[in-house]
């Protein structure tokens, strides 16, 4: 980690912060993380604990973590709005140390805990830093990621350019640890946000003439169907990325028709594999290539593969899914053209109706076409006969008369897509719960 602050000194006077009505200079960056690594030691944190630190961005979140990395210390990012509840946190975690910096002041907790796993240990004794995420959990208990904090900063020693990027993706999502980092090591400023709103990532990007927006589909989606384009100016941006999910068509259209003087890029990666190079093939394309330096891709029987020099360390609380070979199943169905790929959706995702696969994405697509249609998210529901049928939840932009609707959806799903694709059940709502914290969609049913 050091090369980064040796890099942040070379340009003390910059800007690596803008949070909320003040601005952030580098050399404040590096002297509030020795002031942060002084408060660790005062406190008692010894090197190597492992420590739960509660929080959105802010300069000082960062720097603690710095300092904790700094201190050979096992980091646990945990925000407000976290997908894993506190207490399964400490559990799989085993955090000696919480700190909480919700408020002003930090506090720290002393959890009585002590780390007794096999792989933490193992790191602690290489002396390296160590990062725990969490996976969403949704099918059961989430899984414990641990990673090589030193491993993952290396990425980083060739600085990329200096842009001004927002901190869109969530402390506690791998993505916004990697923004976070690549902001900083090309000596860049990161624009920090509490409220991941329309409306408010808007205002900061007019605000504060942000180049770069790193975000998720469903974002986007509610951004071009929302009135903001019309209410501020965006023209700063110049590129704007976007992953976690699938993309529809229909939204990477209305995305390009609104912005085409900005850069659209699709992104990948993994929690337990790190965020991969990515090149789309144009603008208006849902084709990628993905790799890069120290990663390799195959595809098997349409599911993508990788081996990563950046992998994590592995689970805390499952057994290791790498082959022999360290190759990792991502379980994303994709289809293959030369070199590039088309990201179809997670195998958990598929809805299979008397043997036939439906993917979630395509019937979304369908809908998403129609007029009056704010937003949808198809699952399937279990069926005696068919074993799933469709079931698409469905928000629109005006009131419109239920009967109506759901005809009006059938008969052009049935112009479209296969007769096993059709929604069986298509529930209408006003206030529809479509997205997870980390702003991308949820299709539970």
């Known amino acids: 980690m050091e090369f980064l602050f040796q890099r942040f000194e070379t340009v003390p006077e910059a800007s690596a912060f803008i949070d909320g009505g003040r601005t952030v200079s580098y050399r404040h960056l590096v002297e509030q993380t020795e002031w942060s690594g002084d408060r660790l030691r005062r406190e008692g944190v010894a090197d190597g604990d492992v420590v739960a630190v509660l929080g959105d961005y802010s300069p000082e979140i960062v720097c603690l973590l710095f300092a904790l990395m700094r201190g050979r210390n096992v980091v646990v990012p945990v925000t407000r709005e976290a997908i894993v509840d506190m207490d399964t946190v400490l559990q799989l975690s085993e955090a000696k140390w919480v700190i909480d910096l919700t408020s002003n002041e930090p506090r720290f907790t002393r959890t009585g805990r002590r780390s007794s796993n096999s792989l933490v240990a193992s790191?602690?004794?290489?002396?390296?830093?160590?990062?725990?995420?969490?996976?969403?959990?949704?099918?059961?208990?989430?899984?414990?990621?641990?990673?090589?904090?030193?491993l993952v900063a290396d990425k980083f020693r060739r600085a990329g350019p200096s842009l001004v990027a927002i901190a869109f993706l969530m402390l506690d999502h791998f993505g916004g640890i990697n923004t976070i980092l690549a902001v900083l090591s090309g000596l860049g400023t990161v624009v920090t946000v509490r409220d991941r709103s329309v409306v408010a990532i808007c205002q900061a990007i007019e605000m504060h003439r942000v180049d770069v927006l790193p975000t998720t589909p469903s974002f986007l989606n509610m951004l071009v169907r929302s009135d903001a384009l019309n209410r501020f100016d965006l023209s700063s941006l110049k590129r704007i990325t976007y992953g976690t999910e699938v993309m529809p068509q229909q939204t990477l259209d209305r995305v390009s028709r609104a912005f085409p003087n900005v850069l659209l890029q699709q992104t990948y990666g993994l929690s337990e594999l790190g965020v991969l190079r990515s090149k789309s093939r144009d603008d208006g394309s849902l084709w990628v290539k993905v790799g890069g330096e120290g990663f390799q891709t195959k595809v098997v029987d349409g599911v993508l593969w990788i081996k990563s020099d950046y992998a994590m360390v592995g689970y805390l609380n499952a057994p290791s899914p790498f082959d022999a070979d360290g190759w990792f199943n991502t379980q994303d169905l994709v289809e293959v053209d030369g070199d590039w790929l088309r990201i179809l959706g997670r195998d958990s995702d598929l809805i299979n109706v008397a043997g036939q696969k439906v993917y979630p994405a395509e019937v979304e697509q369908a809908i998403l076409e129609l007029p009056n249609i704010k937003d949808v998210a198809v699952h399937g529901e279990p069926n005696p006969l068919l074993g799933q049928v469709v079931v698409a939840k469905v928000a629109t932009v005006e009131p419109e008369a239920a009967a109506a609707l759901k005809a009006r959806i059938r008969r052009a799903c049935a112009n479209q897509l296969a007769a096993y694709m059709l929604p069986t059940k298509v529930i209408v709502t006003d206030h529809a719960d479509f997205y997870s914290a980390r702003l991308k969609k949820k299709r539970q049913a």
């Open 123 to 150: 790191l602690r004794s290489s002396g390296d830093p160590g990062l725990i995420l969490f996976s969403s959990g949704s099918t059961g208990t989430p899984k414990a990621i641990l990673h090589n904090m030193s």
